[in-house]
């Protein structure tokens, strides 16, 4: 069911002129489904903040057709912040005060950008560690995505990521490897996730810590893996929120760096990502430019090269998630469950 545009988030009218159904709260209060009421920690940079909600939105309101979701958007106070960014979080996101007060049925955490080694050495390590903490306590279930996949796994579970020898970086092919599992139930046994990290968790380091992994790459590792008791924490290392142009932007970015001296070399291309014609134009751009041409980036020129091979499992994967949600959430609160469905064990898990 819809998204519910309890608030005058811009996102929502971005969403619904991408054909995503928004409702207004008029418009919901005359439905007879359940509500869903899932918070955002948004930690990520200015520049991804909005794109981030607009992503994370979208594969809420696109996944299941039992419930309507409600989406509280916050942030942490001890992430630096520009002008335009502490305007939009001041008018439109909740405070986590607030949040714990009223409560979630379900929590989404985002990445970061870090400056230090040691995650705890993060200024924003402390309010974060409080709202995992919260969570595990008041919330059926948290999806952590790479950053903070990375903070529970070393506040939790002493398992401190591994910086790697090269950024893990582009579109790379995963398979199920528990396909009993219904977090994964009806996917793909075999898809694409997008990465883009220079730190890992291992598959070893995740089973010391009682976590099952579900899905993994030969390649980029392991990508989504589970707490122990099936549902509790739900951990992502790759982006399958991300947008088709997402990793564009990024080597956009990073090639424009390079290119005004602030890197040393220009960025490798992603894995799996740019066709041949695509890194064709790409390269000529770099060349060119670092002969000292000015030249507009060719965005317009790649755009159409680019092929989306991840979305459509993503939007199942956090379907799936969603209805397990709805289902603990239905015992706990004493509600009816859909035909079929066990009351003492919801997930179908032996």
């Known amino acids: 069911m819809p998204?519910?545009?309890?608030?005058?988030?811009?996102?929502?009218?971005?969403?619904?002129?991408?054909?995503?159904?928004?409702?207004?709260?008029?418009?919901?209060a005359n439905q007879e489904i359940r509500e869903l009421h899932v918070g955002l920690l948004n930690m990520m940079p200015d520049a991804a903040l909005e794109a981030t909600e607009r992503q994370f939105y979208r594969l809420v309101g696109e996944s299941n057709p039992i419930a309507q979701f409600y989406m509280h958007p916050f942030t942490l106070p001890n992430l630096p912040r520009g002008e335009a960014a502490q305007s939009h979080i001041a008018q439109y996101y909740e405070s986590f005060d607030a949040i714990r007060e009223k409560g979630l049925d379900a929590l989404i955490i985002t990445g970061a950008n870090v400056t230090h080694s040691d995650l705890a050495d993060e200024p924003f390590w402390q309010p974060l560690i409080e709202v995992i903490d919260w969570a595990w306590d008041n919330v059926t279930s948290t999806l952590c995505s790479c950053l903070a996949t990375h903070a529970v796994m070393q506040f939790r579970h002493g398992q401190a990521r591994i910086m790697q020898p090269r950024k893990i970086w582009g579109v790379f092919e995963h398979r199920v490897t528990d396909a009993r599992h219904p977090l994964v139930a009806d996917v793909n046994t075999r898809f694409d996730v997008p990465h883009s990290r220079w730190n890992d968790i291992s598959r070893t380091q995740f089973e010391a810590a009682g976590v099952k992994v579900l899905v993994e790459?030969?390649?980029?590792?392991?990508?989504?893996?589970?707490?122990?008791?099936?549902?509790?924490?739900?951990?992502?290392?790759?982006?399958?929120?991300?947008?088709?142009?997402?990793?564009?932007?990024?080597?956009?970015?990073?090639?424009?760096?390079?290119?005004?001296?602030?890197?040393?070399?220009?960025?490798?291309?992603?894995?799996?990502?740019?066709?041949?014609?695509?890194?064709a134009l790409l390269a000529e751009f770099g060349?060119?430019?670092?002969?000292?041409?000015?030249?507009?980036?060719?965005?317009?020129?790649?755009?159409?090269?680019?092929?989306?091979?991840?979305?459509?499992?993503?939007?199942?994967?956090?379907?799936?998630?969603?209805?397990?949600?709805?289902?603990?959430?239905?015992?706990?609160?004493?509600?009816?469950?859909?035909?079929?469905?066990?009351?003492?064990?919801?997930?179908?898990?032996?």
Request: aromatic share 10%; charged share 20%; hydrophobic share 40%.
């Open 217 to 279: 790459s030969a390649e980029a590792g392991v990508h989504m893996a589970v707490s122990g008791d099936g549902l509790r924490t739900v951990f992502f290392q790759g982006h399958p929120e991300y947008d088709t142009v997402s990793l564009l932007k990024e080597y956009k970015r990073d090639l424009m760096l390079a290119a005004a001296g602030k890197l040393p070399a220009f960025p490798p291309f992603p894995e799996r990502y740019f066709s041949r014609q695509a890194q």
């Open 3 to 28: 998204l519910v545009a309890h608030n005058a988030l811009p996102t929502f009218d971005r969403l619904r002129r991408d054909g995503i159904t928004v409702l207004s709260t008029e418009r919901a």
């Open 287 to 350: 060349n060119r430019t670092q002969a000292g041409e000015t030249l507009t980036f060719p965005e317009a020129q790649v755009l159409p090269l680019l092929d989306n091979t991840w979305h459509d499992t993503a939007e199942g994967v956090v379907g799936n998630w969603i209805g397990c949600v709805y289902q603990v959430t239905h015992r706990e609160r004493g509600l009816p469950f859909m035909p079929g469905i066990d009351p003492n064990n919801p997930l179908g898990l032996a």
